[in-house]
């Protein structure tokens, strides 16, 4: 859709919900131009400073690419985004080659600051007791410098680092307590640091499976995706699904996926689990004791070979495709029983999707 006809249809759109608003004090007002949908994340190529963010509205009828560099044309998003934070209006945009991480408005996408310092090759972001954490590896090739750096809020700077284990990726936070995935940087990790969100200290490492890769907390527990070590490691192993206690920091329960199996991208809505495995769709629930052998649906009429980036929203499924790593990327809708409904093209490499 030309940006025209996005600013046609924003008008009338516009004008007929303040002819409602007249006249239903139930109606909400927007809190900007990009409330009431999703952020859809677009990394970028490697080197190259052209990540992107592009919109996409709840009901699937406006679409819109470049968002941040239209609200702010003076300033370059950066190279190789990673992830979205968000916090209150805020959104933190995790620029991992660029070594910054970009705060706007999540509603308008005004620029607010820029985290520039105290950063090396970060990757995630989470909120906790007023602060925020960022999984960095640092250098990749050193095994003994990688940290989660602490964000004070108030000042947009990194406060201090906690030294962990190598190759922190995924991170999530509940109840003042924060859970990392360590997938292993370059390497294969295996485990879970759980941090004190009010002392910066981490108060556990514990082993789950061989490369976790999503988090999910649902039901007073931690899910863990365990993508299991790929083909061309020294020794390939299984994926897993992994259920933790987070009252006792032990692992509760684990499903093991069957031989040269890899899962990725896991999805809790409601009691319902969704992941994918390579362009496969899979939908289970948190009572089940074996994992399913038939998937949802595939995503390949589509000419997906691997779902990228993925997340349930709405009886929606979202599916991100980055084709050849190089040219714009493609978004997939489909509904809950997996029927296309939909199709974008957004940025290169879309890697994620954050709804307003």
Known sequence: MKFSKLV???????????????????????????????LILNQGGFLKGNA???YLSDDLLVQQNNIFSLVNPTITLGDTAQDIGFNGDLAFIVLNVSNKI????RYTMKHVATIA?????????A???????????????????????????SNYTVSSKIAVVEGPERIIANNNKLYVAHQGGYGYGNSISVIDGATNAVSAKVSVGDVPNSLEISNGSLYVICGGKPSYAPTETAGSLVKFNISTNTVANALNFAAKTHPSNLDIVDSNVFYTVGSDVYKSTLSATSLPTTPLFTTTPQGVYGVYSFAVHNNKIYVGDAGNYSSNG???????????EKEYTVGIIPAGFYFN
């Open 330 to 340: 493609k978004v997939f809708i489909y509904s809950s029983t997996g029927a296309l």
């Open 8 to 38: 046609l249809v924003a008008f009338v759109s516009s004008v007929f919900f303040v002819s409602c608003t007249d006249n239903d004090d139930s109606k909400e007002t927007p809190l900007g131009d990009y409330d009431n949908g999703a």
């Open 127 to 153: 909120f906790s007791n007023g602060k925020g954490f960022v999984t960095n590896w640092g250098d990749g090739g050193n095994v003994s410098d990688d940290f989660i750096a602490v964000l004070n809020l």
């Open 52 to 54: 992107s963010v592009s």
């Open 102 to 105: 970009e705060v706007v408005n």
């Open 117 to 125: 310092t105290g950063l090396d090759n970060p990757r995630y972001v």
